[in-house]
């Protein structure tokens, strides 16, 4: 199977999450894609549900499909959120926000019961840190928050290359208006010390680091899908 095959796999799998009636937090990516689209065909077979998107772009997907959508203004509190990942380990931690959108997809995760994750097999990783994990931040004194995020990698005695992430020769926007510095690590040992440090910042809206909030993981493999459960 091809990662895409084994990102379908996990996708529909997680369709034994949804009950009807319920209330859905839709992620952002190539693999919450597949999830978007298994989802719209089960409510074209009579499935009832409600859902947020965590960005434009599945947003329209979704509303294109047919979804039936919503905002947490209406829906403070979901039922599940399903989503992919950049990487998860084996203490259900995620490195997200590859395509942009962490700050939202968090938002999302947290108002909801559970948050479950499908992936491919080649996003399990004994350490998280290989992927370079996404810093939001506000757009004005980029450079400042920069060098504050280093002392951050500093004091966790790692060393980062931070990268303000570009699109068209730009900076990239996110849906909230803000930039995003990417940071090249390596290997985190210690993330749920890094998440408290770098969300003391001034400047720093959020991070990829989601830590005690996945429940559930789903990750396509050649001999079918595996479930991880937390506790």
Same mark, same amino acid.
């Given at each position: ?44 077979? +009579? ?49 997200? +926000?590859?395509? +942009? ?30 992927? *370079?994990? *996404? ?19 500093? @004091? ?23 930039? @995003? ?33 996945? +429940? ?16």
């Amino acid at each position: 199977m091809t990662a895409e095959d084994q990102k379908k796999a996990a996708a529909i799998a997680a369709l034994e999450y949804v009950h009807p009636g319920a209330r859905v937090g839709l992620g952002t990516g190539s693999t919450a894609n597949h999830f978007i689209t298994a989802l719209a065909e089960k409510v074209k077979g +009579g499935l009832d549900v409600e859902c947020v998107a965590t960005s434009r772009a599945s947003f329209q997907l979704a509303s294109r499909l047919g979804l039936k959508m919503t905002t947490l203004e209406k829906q403070p509190h979901l039922d599940v959120t399903v989503d992919g990942a950049d990487e998860f380990d084996a203490n259900f931690q995620l490195i997200k +926000g590859g395509g +942009g959108a962490l700050l939202v997809e968090k938002i999302v995760a947290t108002s909801s019961r559970y948050m479950v994750v499908i992936a491919d097999q080649s996003k399990k990783v004994e350490t998280l840190g290989k992927f *370079p994990l *996404p810093v939001e931040v506000v757009p004005f004194g980029v450079n400042a928050t920069g060098w504050k995020i280093d002392r951050a990698l500093r @004091i966790c005695d790692l060393q980062g290359k931070l990268k303000l992430r570009l699109k068209d020769g730009k900076p990239f926007v996110t849906d909230s208006g803000n930039a @995003i510095i990417d940071v090249s690590i390596g290997a985190i040992p210690d993330p749920r010390r890094l998440d408290n440090l770098l969300k003391s910042i001034p400047g720093v809206i959020d991070h990829g680091l989601f830590i005690d909030i996945c +429940g559930v993981v789903l990750m396509g493999t050649d001999d079918g899908v595996q479930t991880f459960r937390k506790g």
